[in-house]
């Protein structure tokens, strides 16, 4: 996956930055002016409410391909005042300053997907999603209905390409994730991550088998960690493994889980990898992340969160425990 474009929003002037990012990006992909206005219009509202009223403000960009066309996901992140009362807040005419109160009525309406995560005195995520419908005739279902997922990834400060790389496969009730961290960043290790999930689409097999598959290719890389999980929504299973720091945990309303992973390096040195299995509960989320992320936090302080689009969740992961100096990458399913 292509890392998010990452734009601080702390004034005005910023606002025009992200949008400009924005159809850049759209763009690339080949966007009509219709779709290319609606996403440059909710980059300018999420930076302007982000300018105007928040505090460390962030918006991260993403496109990515789906089975109903591509996936245009703008997160606004902020260490702001947050919202005691969001509904109240996503209401046409509310302002907390002198402004019409339009801005995220609008947000709403024009997103076909949007989830707001907030907590009073400490900050704010809020999620537009536009989905962009293949040109051509589908040939496959609209939508992955038993799961629900999404990664953001990002690149090191002052790197123009991730180190990191994930991927997923959806076959029926089973979903298959994969997130490689190539040692250290930049061009070299965004090599070793490509090299992982190169492996992962070869590979139909196991978690470890994937793994088992990855690691003689990546010899002629720096080598890389990676971890595969595959999750059986029919039967409520989860099957994993992992080589080196890609943390994986599982959490529910009464459990908070770590997937067991394994010391090495794919491409370098590693043990026999094995699979290990796990009961997956009915409302549990899958994390997987790299180590971007700090290992040691919690959800306890975010009661309501994991009720929330996954995309929320590790935007708010993020604008809590990010290092700060490195690539990170955070990947969050459910069932859908």
Not at 213 to 241: C, E, K, N, W
Not at 272 to 297: E, N
Request: glycine share 12%; with cysteine; net charge neutral.
């Amino acid at each position: 996956m292509t890392p998010h474009l990452d734009v601080h929003v702390t004034e005005q002037s910023q606002v025009g930055e992200a949008r400009r990012a924005a159809l850049r990006l759209c763009l690339a992909q080949g966007f009509d002016e219709t779709v290319s206005g609606r996403i440059a219009l909710l980059v300018t509202e999420l930076g302007t409410n982000l300018a105007r009223h928040a505090k460390s403000g962030r918006l991260l960009i993403g496109c990515h391909a789906a089975a109903d066309g591509f996936h245009v996901e703008i997160l606004s992140i902020d260490s702001g005042p947050g919202m005691a009362d969001v509904s109240r807040c996503l209401r046409d005419g509310y302002s907390s300053g002198n402004t019409p109160g339009t801005g995220f009525g609008a947000v709403q309406r024009l997103s076909t997907d949007f989830s707001v995560f907030s907590v009073a005195g400490k900050g704010t995520v809020i999620l537009s999603r536009v989905r962009v419908p293949n040109s051509a005739p589908s040939t496959g279902a609209k939508a992955h209905a038993c799961f629900a997922y999404a990664g953001i990834c990002l690149a090191a400060p002052g790197e123009v390409v991730s180190g990191d790389a994930w991927e997923i496969r959806i076959v029926g009730d089973q979903a298959h994730i994969a997130l490689a961290d190539g040692l250290g960043h930049g061009p070299g290790a965004a090599e070793a991550a490509e090299v992982a999930m190169v492996a992962f689409r070869a590979s139909p097999g196991s978690p470890s088998q994937v793994l088992e598959q990855a690691h003689p290719a990546m010899r002629s890389t720096r080598g890389a960690a990676m971890a595969v999980a595959r999750l059986d929504a029919s039967a409520s299973t989860l099957d994993f493994a992992g080589a080196g720091n890609i943390a994986g945990r599982m959490i529910s309303g009464v459990e908070d889980r770590s997937l067991m992973s394994q010391n090495g390096t794919l491409g370098l040195q590693v043990r026999k990898i094995q699979d290990v299995a796990y009961a997956w509960p009915m409302h549990a989320l899958i994390i997987l992340h790299s180590d971007g992320l700090t290992s040691r936090w919690k959800l306890d302080e975010a009661p309501g969160l994991i009720q929330c689009d996954p995309a929320v969740v590790a935007g708010w992961l993020i604008r809590e425990h990010t290092r700060g100096r490195d690539d990170v990458t955070v990947v969050v399913a459910k069932r859908g």
